[in-house]
């Protein structure tokens, strides 16, 4: 009998970006907030002309409009992800680190394993 743990998600794209970022991270140096994995999952789900500029003065306020946030609101969450390193300058515009990004916009699996350290 196998004990590896397997469940399959079916989600809206929103949710499915939220759980992603959910999900790893377990694994980020700096852990994030649940209103910073909201902010996230907001500027993941940007398609077309945002998806290229994301953090544009139309991105952020469509993201702002999204969260229910205020200006000042965003202006602090993105702080916070800057300082974290989740949000990077990639040729002279804010975006978010490319290893957060799902493999593809529909569909991620996760393999994890985990060791007991034995001391000698």
Known sequence: MSNILSKTLVLTEQEF?????????????NKLSPKEIDTLAVFMSFTGTLAGDKFCTSGKKIA????????QQLWN????LK???SLVEING?????????PKSRTEQEYAI???????P
């Open 64 to 71: 702002k409009e999204t969260l229910g946030m205020s200006y």
């Open 113 to 119: 394993k985990l060791l007991v350290h034995e001391n």
């Open 93 to 101: 515009k804010l975006d978010i680190l490319p290893i957060l990004f």
């Open 17 to 29: 970006f939220k759980t992603h970022i959910n999900i790893i991270n377990a694994l980020l140096p």
């Open 83 to 85: 300082k974290k390193g």
């Open 77 to 80: 969450t993105v702080n916070n």
